[in-house]
């Protein structure tokens, strides 16, 4: 079946360095990549998506770049805080479904 | 305030005893899903429902029910929840589907002994 695979599990990176997570999605008809951030205890919540006619999209220290040939995306964040730790979740729209990456913990070091 | 209300927050229970996890929205939204989280595994679909009356199998439906009878609610139903159904469970909403943004319920950490 359809699949999302996202590494690394587990990220650790020193405040104020830049963190990079990758994901890679099987089906070549998928058109909508999300990112969600879930902090401990919390619900996912949406912190930025791009759409496969886009190649790039920041929103502050946040960005997102698309690679339809090699089917992946991948989520940056730059001068990392403290609240920037949580588990970060990729996905890949498919027939009126969001496959999920497993996840990705990015712990900031102070 | 724009939201999606799930109860209960927690719930523990026996296998075999029915039980119902209640999901409502207030911001008219077309399209709602459910879906477990278990460690490792990241979130995974088990109903969805484009409109009311439709709903459709996700990725993992076995063993659940859910109804679509109001654009609002969308409860999920175990018929006899055993324990490997012990999850972490979160309901979600948008406005037309799954290329817009997911508003997520708070969850509802089910244990089943």
């Known amino acids: 079946g359809e699949n999302v695979e996202q590494h690394p599990s587990t990220l650790s990176v020193q405040e104020g360095d830049s963190a990079v997570i990758k994901c890679t999605y099987s089906d070549s008809a998928s058109n909508y990549f999300p990112w969600y951030k879930q902090e401990l205890g919390k619900r996912p919540q949406l912190i930025i998506d791009i759409r496969s006619n886009v190649g790039e999209k920041k929103d502050q220290r946040i960005a997102v770049t698309l690679n339809k040939t090699a089917k992946h995306f991948s989520l940056h964040i730059t001068e990392t805080q403290p609240e920037d730790s949580a588990v970060y979740f990729c996905?890949?729209?498919?027939?009126?479904?969001?496959?999920w990456g497993a996840g990705t913990k990015l712990i900031i070091k102070p | 305030e724009a939201q999606v209300t799930q109860n209960p927050r927690y719930l523990i229970t026996v296998t075999g005893k029915k039980l119902t996890v209640t999901c409502s929205q207030n911001m008219n939204h077309e399209y709602m899903s459910w879906y477990r989280q278990d460690p490792g595994l990241g979130l995974r679909q088990i109903y969805y429902s484009m409109n009311v009356e439709v709903t459709d199998k996700g990725d993992v439906p076995e063993g659940y029910k859910v109804s679509r009878k109001e654009k609002r609610n969308f409860p999920l139903i175990l018929e006899s929840p055993s324990p490997n159904q012990t999850s972490l469970y979160f309901c979600?909403?948008?406005?037309?589907?799954?290329?817009?943004?997911?508003?997520f319920g708070s969850g509802t950490q089910l244990s089943v002994l």
């Open positions: 996905a890949a729209s498919f027939n009126y479904q969001l496959i």
């Open positions: 979600a909403s948008s406005r037309g589907g799954t290329n817009e943004k997911l508003f």
